[in-house]
């Protein structure tokens, strides 16, 4: 087959429908209008939004406040009740954290909180703790190790 004797199915294609091209069309006078109104007329349908004249949602909404830091620093977020699955001892990498579907492979940095209770010595490597989860890590005979950051 060439290219040029490609061509679409019997029955996939529609001829385009002419709007407003006498009777005979379908689809002639009112053009699919319907009858007078506003939304007969050209231009004048409103828009998706307009209400009516009552005061638009968008405006009825309180100002946009408060204030976004630009600076942020999203982190992956475990906490000390999910390092129980893991034997005392252990040495607790990020990259064991992934394997065990703690955290997705990202990219972000690991911030451990202290949501839940440990009742075993671990050895926890992470960017970053809250002070109830390095609490938590230590009072369990763990320590908890903050991994220097790689220069970019």
């Known amino acids: 087959m060439k290219e040029h004797e490609l061509h679409p199915a019997k029955g996939a294609t529609h001829p385009r429908k002419r ?3 006498g009777t005979g069309s379908g689809h002639g006078k009112s053009a699919g209008r319907g009858t007078k109104g506003q939304n007969a007329r050209s231009g004048g349908v409103k828009g998706p939004f307009f209400e009516g004249g009552q005061l638009p949602l968008v405006r009825r909404m309180p100002f946009k406040r408060g204030f976004v830091n630009i600076f942020r ?4 977020v475990v906490n000390v009740q999910d390092l129980t699955r893991f034997a005392p ?4 990498t990020p990259e064991l954290m992934v394997a065990a579907g703690l955290v997705k492979a990202n990219g972000l940095p690991i ?3 202290g949501t839940g209770e440990l009742d075993r010595a671990l050895q926890v490597s992470a960017d970053s703790f809250s002070a109830s989860a390095r609490a938590k890590i230590e009072a369990a005979g763990g320590t908890a190790v903050i991994l220097e950051a ?3």
């Open 19 to 21: 709007f407003g091209r």
């Open 111 to 113: 911030k451990v909180l």
């Open 150 to 152: 790689e220069e970019a």
């Open 89 to 92: 001892g252990t040495h607790v």
């Open 73 to 76: 620093v999203p982190f992956s």
